[in-house]
């Protein structure tokens, strides 16, 4: 996907704002696709982000990152 300027101008000023929906919504605008699960994993919502979270927890435990404070993966005793 190539943007031009003036979007890459546009999307700049959200960025230097730290307005990350506002920056993934306007990506999405213009047509790029990746830009809706980016947005999903933003706002921790959407099936993508459960499912990733989901798959991520077995090497997270042999990694010795508990996800508790989630509390969708309780810690171990």
Known sequence: MSLSSNQL???ASHAEV???VA???TLESFGE???ELALQ???NSGV???LSR???A???RLGHFPFESDGAFPAES
């Open 18 to 20: 730290g307005d990350r």
């Open 23 to 25: 920056y993934y919504e």
């Open 9 to 11: 101008s546009i999307l």
């Open 41 to 43: 994993v933003v706002l």
């Open 54 to 56: 989901f798959s991520a």
């Open 58 to 60: 077995p090497s997270a």
């Open 33 to 35: 696709n990746y830009a």
């Open 48 to 50: 993508a982000v459960d």
